[in-house]
């Protein structure tokens, strides 16, 4: 096909030969420690070289993982007048998904704000519906959603007059300074009021009683016991199907359909998390408007641009490709990141970098939000050549045309806690799959392996923008459960090291593999983050003198690399002291998150444990939030597991160099053979007390709530001193 009829460009990245020079420099600097290790075995201690000799091939193993993401970046752009000009009359219907599940750590205002921008979409409405799946079945929820309900038809004609961006409404004023405009003002008061109602009944903690009797989809709530003991509960709020009079703006025009569905819970009965509550939005969808197209959002990303669907299309419909692709996937992007994003959340070297290398190789993992889905292939079909499927609107495929009441009673069936007891095929092969953290990742991976390819779509404005976790702790507990979630893949059925072999490309199976591994890599993270910095206060020496050649290869390996990443980093648009914030909060990922990940994971596999989803919260208080603008990092909030491990490994660090460097001090030349036959070692334990200098001040300076505890502090205190004394005196 000529280029010029293409929907979409695919162009290589530039600068690869130099980077497979680099990248060739340091596996001959891995292969020369491995050689070293292997002929300079010492005659006594033998166990510690050797515990250091596989956590360095674990080391060097990992990092061919890693090649796999870089090896073969792509990079994509669309033409969407191409895409215009040819099938605007023809789109298909687009279903989109909202999901929250708890109204205090996702409050209803932030939810429907993210509704209400996919809702202002420059898109079709009578072919736009918009559902919102709340699994915490919160009255004051439903509450907002009839308010937005309203609003939303005065907000979207002012977005499409105007060509507002964002259009979520809260995005859009923050961004907006002082204004005379009459019209900007009128609807800034319109969302004003709503958001004074909205809080008011949130206070207030109930649907006061005259609400309740003027909406009749609150009698719903009548049989409600509590979030996880009710029916179902479903309400068609805006019927766009059938140009419905109640579905039209405030200029005649219509409406996209709007509807909240509380699927039913009862406590004798697993819900599955995330994916059921998607498996029953995609049963209740298929039979009120049936889109082709599918798009998932989490209910704090809001719709950055109102030209993402007419993007996911132009692969969908692409002449050539469009019928192989099965899932386009934006990257994951937040508002709220610091300039120097001290708990690395903007995970800007897998958005714009990682996530290009696999698409390179057929497409990037499904990360759950932000996603665009055919679908068919959510029902369980499988890609095949000699079949196109038409994505075109299709007039025989149009959905029910019943009573909306008749609808709503018909379809609460879908969303039962018993429907998929009869219908076992949900969850294994059809929608999304269960028994994981990570559901998105592995219904992804299934998906790929059915013959589908995926793509990756990272727009110059961004196309989605969310809220990242603003405390340490909220960082590490999401990173266990992603972690947690990898591994567990990687020992299923669906693992990429072997279910995918002959599925997927070689390259992909690697890079799936790379992400699975995040957990059993903390085991070796730990052995090199403890064992070297114990032996100093032993004298025993683990690494090549500093005066050998040997030791070329070693520094060659983690300064190159090391620079590499930093090149890399700030290529992908962060700083100097982002990088570095980075390399501390990779560390902690590892040293805590990932390793409890590991525990937890087999821990599962041996029937000790069942799986458990943790929401994110999505809100703080003002002196955590002050803390986090200023870049301050919080240890007043978090999982005292995590903590205590992370205290503990710094205090034991610092504790062993102090003493190294008091030894060095007092033994005049003695102290410089120390550092002759030791300087790796102290190099090593130097870096690791200098990553940690904020840990520090956490337990020892800092006055502020967001210190760390008290009771931690001195629990760590003695486990690191209790671990250097029993060295000293036992070994």
Same mark, same amino acid.
């Given at each position: 096909?000529?280029?010029?009829?293409?929907?979409?460009?695919?162009?290589?990245?530039?600068?690869?030969?130099?980077?497979?020079?680099?990248?060739?420099?340091?596996?001959?600097?891995?292969?020369?420690?491995?050689?070293?290790?292997?002929?300079?075995?010492?005659?006594?201690?033998?166990?510690?070289?050797?515990?250091?000799?596989?956590?360095?091939?674990?080391?060097?193993?990992?990092?061919?993982?890693?090649?796999?993401?870089?090896?073969?970046?792509?990079?994509?752009?669309?033409?969407?007048?191409?895409?215009?000009?040819?099938?605007?009359?023809?789109?298909?219907?687009?279903?989109?998904?909202?999901?929250?599940?708890?109204?205090?750590?996702?409050?209803?205002?932030?939810?429907?704000?993210?509704?209400?921008?996919?809702?202002?979409?420059?898109?079709?409405?009578?072919?736009?519906?918009?559902?919102?799946?709340?699994?915490?079945?919160?009255?004051?929820?439903?509450?907002?959603?009839?308010?937005?309900?309203?609003?939303?038809?005065?907000?979207?004609?002012?977005?499409?007059?105007?060509?507002?961006?964002?259009?979520?409404?809260?995005?859009?004023?923050?961004?907006?300074?002082?204004?005379?405009?009459?019209?900007?003002?009128?609807?800034?008061?319109?969302?004003?009021?709503?958001?004074?109602?909205?809080?008011?009944?949130?206070?207030?903690?109930?649907?006061?009683?005259?609400?309740?009797?003027?909406?009749?989809?609150?009698?719903?709530?009548?049989?409600?016991?509590?979030?996880?003991?009710?029916?179902?509960?479903?309400?068609?709020?805006?019927?766009?199907?059938?140009?419905?009079?109640?579905?039209?703006?405030?200029?005649?025009?219509?409406?996209?359909?709007?509807?909240?569905?509380?699927?039913?819970?009862?406590?004798?009965?697993?819900?599955?998390?995330?994916?059921?509550?998607?498996?029953?939005?995609?049963?209740?969808?298929?039979?009120?408007?049936?889109?082709?197209?599918?798009?998932?959002?989490?209910?704090?990303?809001?719709?950055?641009?109102?030209?993402?669907?007419?993007?996911?299309?132009?692969?969908?419909?692409?002449?050539?490709?469009?019928?192989?692709?099965?899932?386009?996937?934006?990257?994951?992007?937040?508002?709220?990141?610091?300039?120097?994003?001290?708990?690395?959340?903007?995970?800007?070297?897998?958005?714009?970098?990682?996530?290009?290398?696999?698409?390179?190789?057929?497409?990037?993992?499904?990360?759950?939000?932000?996603?665009?889905?055919?679908?068919?292939?959510?029902?369980?079909?499988?890609?095949?050549?000699?079949?196109?499927?038409?994505?075109?609107?299709?007039?025989?495929?149009?959905?029910?045309?019943?009573?909306?009441?008749?609808?709503?009673?018909?379809?609460?069936?879908?969303?039962?806690?018993?429907?998929?007891?009869?219908?076992?095929?949900?969850?294994?092969?059809?929608?999304?799959?269960?028994?994981?953290?990570?559901?998105?990742?592995?219904?992804?991976?299934?998906?790929?392996?059915?013959?589908?390819?995926?793509?990756?779509?990272?727009?110059?404005?961004?196309?989605?923008?969310?809220?990242?976790?603003?405390?340490?702790?909220?960082?590490?507990?999401?990173?266990?459960?992603?972690?947690?979630?990898?591994?567990?893949?990687?020992?299923?059925?669906?693992?990429?090291?072997?279910?995918?072999?002959?599925?997927?490309?070689?390259?992909?199976?690697?890079?799936?593999?790379?992400?699975?591994?995040?957990?059993?890599?903390?085991?070796?993270?730990?052995?090199?983050?403890?064992?070297?910095?114990?032996? $100093?206060?032993?004298?025993?020496?683990?690494?090549? %003198? *500093?005066?050998?050649?040997? &030791? +070329?290869?070693? #520094?060659?390996?983690? =300064?190159?690399?090391?620079?590499?990443?930093?090149?890399?980093?700030?290529?992908?648009?962060?700083?100097?002291?982002?990088?570095?914030?980075?390399?501390?909060?990779?560390?902690?990922?590892?040293?805590?998150?990932?390793?409890?990940?590991?525990?937890?994971?087999?821990?599962?596999?041996?029937?000790?444990?069942?799986?458990?989803?943790?929401?994110?919260?999505?809100?703080?208080?003002?002196?955590?939030?002050?803390?986090?603008?200023?870049?301050?990092?919080?240890?007043?909030?978090?999982?005292?597991?995590?903590?205590?491990?992370?205290?503990?490994?710094?205090?034991?660090?610092?504790?062993?160099?102090?003493?190294?460097?008091?030894?060095?001090?007092?033994?005049?030349?003695?102290? $410089?053979?120390?550092?002759?036959?030791?300087?790796? %070692? *102290?190099?090593?334990?130097? &870096? +690791?007390?200098? #990553?940690?200098?904020? =840990?520090?001040?956490?337990?020892?300076?800092?006055?502020?709530?967001?210190?760390?505890?008290?009771?931690?502090?001195?629990?760590?205190?003695?486990?690191?001193?209790?671990?250097?004394?029993?060295?000293?005196?036992?070994?």
């Amino acid at each position: 096909m000529k280029r010029e009829n293409k929907l979409f460009e695919t162009k290589k990245a530039k600068g690869r030969l130099l980077y497979r020079l680099v990248a060739a420099s340091i596996l001959f600097s891995i292969s020369l420690t491995c050689f070293y290790r292997v002929t300079h075995i010492p005659t006594d201690h033998q166990w510690l070289w050797f515990g250091l000799f596989v956590a360095e091939i674990w080391f060097g193993f990992y990092w061919l993982l890693t090649q796999a993401l870089r090896w073969n970046i792509v990079h994509r752009s669309t033409f969407k007048d191409r895409l215009s000009h040819r099938y605007e009359k023809e789109f298909p219907r687009v279903d989109i998904f909202v999901c929250t599940a708890d109204p205090v750590m996702e409050p209803p205002l932030m939810v429907i704000n993210t509704v209400l921008s996919v809702m202002a979409y420059d898109y079709p409405p009578e072919k736009l519906s918009v559902y919102l799946s709340d699994d915490g079945g919160s009255d004051i929820t439903y509450y907002a959603m009839l308010k937005a309900s309203e609003f939303a038809k005065h907000w979207i004609p002012f977005c499409k007059k105007f060509n507002v961006q964002p259009r979520s409404p809260a995005a859009y004023f923050d961004s907006l300074g002082d204004s005379s405009d009459k019209e900007l003002l009128d609807i800034k008061k319109l969302y004003q009021d709503m958001e004074k109602d909205i809080e008011t009944v949130g206070k207030l903690g109930r649907i006061p009683e005259e609400v309740s009797s003027s909406n009749e989809g609150f009698s719903q709530w009548s049989s409600y016991s509590s979030r996880k003991d009710h029916d179902t509960i479903l309400q068609i709020l805006l019927d766009g199907r059938d140009s419905n009079p109640n579905a039209r703006d405030i200029e005649g025009r219509p409406l996209p359909t709007l509807v909240y569905l509380a699927r039913e819970k009862r406590p004798q009965y697993h819900h599955n998390f995330k994916a059921g509550a998607m498996n029953a939005l995609i049963r209740v969808s298929s039979k009120i408007s049936n889109g082709q197209i599918i798009l998932n959002v989490d209910c704090d990303m809001y719709s950055n641009s109102s030209e993402s669907i007419l993007d996911a299309l132009c692969f969908f419909m692409d002449e050539k490709e469009g019928h192989e692709i099965a899932y386009v996937q934006f990257p994951q992007k937040f508002e709220n990141v610091t300039k120097n994003d001290i708990y690395g959340n903007s995970m800007q070297v897998i958005t714009e970098v990682e996530f290009h290398g696999l698409d390179g190789y057929g497409g990037p993992l499904y990360i759950g939000t932000g996603c665009f889905h055919r679908r068919d292939t959510f029902c369980g079909k499988k890609f095949s050549k000699e079949s196109k499927i038409e994505l075109r609107n299709r007039e025989n495929d149009t959905p029910t045309k019943d009573s909306l009441r008749d609808v709503e009673e018909n379809l609460k069936s879908l969303a039962s806690c018993t429907y998929e007891e009869n219908n076992t095929q949900w969850g294994n092969e059809i929608g999304l799959k269960y028994g994981c953290p990570v559901e998105d990742v592995i219904t992804g991976l299934s998906i790929q392996c059915s013959g589908w390819k995926s793509v990756y779509y990272n727009p110059e404005k961004d196309a989605f923008l969310g809220i990242a976790p603003t405390t340490l702790g909220q960082t590490l507990v999401q990173h266990k459960r992603w972690s947690e979630g990898d591994f567990q893949i990687l020992l299923s059925k669906f693992s990429p090291a072997f279910y995918a072999h002959g599925k997927i490309s070689f390259g992909l199976r690697l890079g799936y593999c790379h992400y699975c591994l995040w957990a059993p890599s903390s085991l070796a993270i730990l052995f090199y983050t403890t064992i070297p910095s114990i032996c $100093l206060l032993k004298g025993i020496s683990l690494f090549p %003198q *500093v005066t050998s050649p040997w &030791i +070329i290869p070693f #520094v060659y390996a983690t =300064l190159v690399s090391s620079t590499y990443g930093l090149a890399e980093f700030l290529q992908s648009g962060g700083t100097i002291l982002g990088w570095w914030n980075e390399q501390r909060i990779w560390l902690y990922k590892r040293t805590t998150s990932y390793f409890f990940a590991f525990i937890d994971t087999i821990s599962k596999s041996l029937g000790f444990s069942n799986s458990q989803f943790v929401i994110t919260a999505k809100v703080s208080d003002k002196d955590v939030e002050n803390r986090y603008q200023n870049e301050i990092i919080e240890f007043g909030e978090g999982s005292s597991h995590m903590f205590t491990f992370l205290a503990t490994i710094g205090l034991l660090n610092l504790i062993c160099l102090a003493a190294t460097i008091k030894r060095m001090i007092m033994d005049g030349e003695g102290g $410089l053979r120390v550092f002759k036959t030791m300087g790796m %070692q *102290v190099f090593l334990c130097g &870096i +690791i007390v200098i #990553v940690n200098w904020p =840990l520090f001040g956490a337990l020892f300076i800092r006055k502020d709530n967001g210190k760390m505890p008290t009771s931690l502090t001195l629990k760590s205190l003695v486990l690191a001193t209790s671990i250097c004394i029993c060295v000293l005196c036992l070994y």
